[in-house]
């Protein structure tokens, strides 16, 4: 994600903008000829989302992204909802959904170290 835009909707939605820069590089080698976004940069984006809202400051697992769609670089709107530990992401075009998931905010890097172990 080279640029976006967040814009806050009440005290627990967040929706705004995801650009993926066509012209980027990596595009160039996923896919040749038929450029796709990939996964970990999408769920990526939403990391460093949440980290400039300040709701997600330290670690973050990873749980049940599932991506509907390929997605081809360009523009997306995004939805993040704030739950008491976890931030539910949405990426869509108009109101087809295209990749979902839940970032689980770790309160602290004890919980973060066996995360990491257990999906070793």
Same mark, same amino acid.
């Given at each position: 994600?080279?640029?976006? =835009?967040?814009?806050?909707?009440? %005290? ?6 995801? *650009? ?13 000829? /038929?450029?796709?976004?990939? #996964? ?9 989302? #949440? ?6 400051? #330290? *670690? *973050?697992?990873?749980? /049940? ?19 008491? !530990? %976890?931030?539910? *992401? %949405? ?12 970032? =689980?905010?770790?309160? !602290?890097? %004890? ?7 257990? /999906?070793?």
């Amino acid at each position: 994600m080279n640029r976006g =835009k967040i814009a806050e909707e009440n %005290r627990n939605i967040y929706n705004g903008t995801f *650009c993926f820069d066509p012209a980027d590089r990596i595009y160039g080698d996923h896919f040749p000829g /038929n450029p796709v976004v990939p #996964g970990s940069l999408i769920v990526h984006a939403f990391v460093e989302a #949440g980290r400039k809202m300040g709701i997600a400051p #330290g *670690c *973050c697992a990873i749980e /049940n992204f599932k991506f509907r769609e390929f997605v081809p670089p360009g523009d997306y709107t995004f939805s993040m909802e704030l739950l008491p !530990d %976890r931030l539910r *992401c %949405r990426l869509y075009q108009e109101d087809r959904p295209l990749a979902t998931g839940i970032l =689980k905010i770790c309160q !602290d890097n %004890r919980i973060h170290k066996i995360l990491f172990q257990v /999906n070793k």
